[in-house]
Every structure is written in C-alpha cells, then in structure tokens.
C-alpha cells in the first residue's frame, strides 16, 4: 500500500516541489518557475500582436464601407437628377438639360456617363458628385481618369467608376460603379480588392 507524503521546500522563491513516497523511491514534479511563466506571457502578447491586424483586417472594412458609400451617394444624385428631368420632360432618348455645371445630356431621364453636349465633354462624377480639384487629371474625348489622393476616377462612355486603384480601376476591384447603357442604367460595386 501506498501512502503520499507531501513534503514542500523552496528550492528558489517561486518554485514549488512535491515529494511522493512510493516504496522507498521519491519522484520530484515541478511546476513553472517565474521566469518560464514570463517568457510564455511574453511569445503570447508577441503573437496576439501579430496575428491580430490580420483577424481584424480593418484597412478592408475602411475601403469597403468607403466603396459602398460611394454607391450610395451615386444612387442619391441620380435619384436627384432623374427628378429634375421628370420636371423638365427630358424623360426622352437624347435630350440636353440645363444644369447649374452646364448642360448635359440625358438618355430616358438619366445622365449619360459621358456628355457629348458641351465642349469640351462633361462626364458624370466630374459634374454630379463635385469632388473638387484632382490631384492628378487626363482627359481626352474618350475617357476622363483622376485622382484624389488615394482615391481614383475613371470615367468613359459606357460606365464612370470611383475607388480604390488607378488607371480604369479594374485591376483593384475595389470601386462603384454607375453604367448607362441604351438597354438599362444603375449602380454596381466591387469589393473583391479591398
């Protein structure tokens, strides 16, 4: 028969040692010593540290919410813009409307993304949205692209886009969309490459 004794003593101030009698044989377990729960503390906070920006991801939800209020504001111009040409019938397939920015062309009540009404060419989130002055801007009678710090424009004929990224903003996939097309017109966003 077998009976524990417990015997204590202090080796060092932290550590903790317990003595069982088995037949004449002692066998000694330890537990941590300071220092070891110091350096487990330690490669814990290192690693939360770490790991955490990546379960977070918050540079992402920033971008994405960016985009989406991008859509929003798209949507609520051409709600107001589609109002104005109802109240001026310009609910017709080409018609020119008088802005405050000048006048712009319109297709069954909705701006086209390119106006071909003035010279030089209006396009849609130049005139609509007034993002203020690009640092950086190309336009021909193609296309219109410019950024506004980190934020790009791309606009052309069939489509305007406004994100994150450069050139026509496809690579990034990460912008709003708004297309105008003869068959339909709305807003689309990409958040893929956020």
Known sequence: MVIPVYYTSEVNSITIMKHYRTSDKYQRLNGFTLIELILVIIVLGILAVVAAPRFMDLNR??????????????????????????????????????????SYQFYRGYPETKSEATN????????????????????????????????????????????????????GLCYAEYFHTSLAQGVSIETRGC
Request: aromatic share 10%; net charge negative; no cysteine.
């Open 61 to 102: 939800d920033a971008k994405t919410s960016s985009v989406s209020g991008f859509q929003g504001s798209i949507e609520d111009a051409l709600k107001m813009v589609h109002m104005k040409a109802q109240i001026d019938n310009g609910l017709g397939d080409n018609v020119n409307l008088d802005t405050q920015f000048g």
């Open 120 to 171: 030089p060419n209006l396009y849609f989130l130049e005139t609509f949205l007034q993002l203020g002055a690009a640092d950086s801007e190309s336009k021909n009678n193609l296309t219109r692209t410019a950024n506004y710090a980190n934020i790009g424009v791309y606009e052309d004929n069939g489509f305007s886009r406004i994100g994150y990224g450069s050139g026509n903003l496809l690579a």
